[in-house]
């Protein structure tokens, strides 16, 4: 094979790699539980939400994170609408 013609099947190679690894990233997602106090009423919940796992441990925590903001930021809105 001649040189471009041996880089550019190893460039396609790589590239392949790539987008298959990033598939398989935004494929992977979890079961997790999320425990909610509220502690105006006394009242610990479970909820159960999929997340993205990444391999990485800070992304994962990142990932709960975002999860657990988001239930309580629902809850909080639907308390809300429910006092007007």
């Known amino acids: 094979m001649s040189g471009t013609c041996a880089d550019a099947l190893r460039h396609s190679r790589t590239f392949r790699q790539q987008r298959s690894r990033r598939r398989s990233r935004r494929r992977q997602h979890g079961a997790v539980t999320l425990f909610v106090a509220y502690d105006d009423i006394g009242i610990l919940r479970a909820q159960a939400a999929q997340i993205p796992m990444p ?30």
């Open 55 to 84: 391999s990485v441990r800070q992304q994962r925590a990142e990932e709960v994170l975002r999860a657990l903001i988001a239930s309580i930021s629902t809850s909080l809105r639907l308390t809300h609408f429910r006092r007007l």
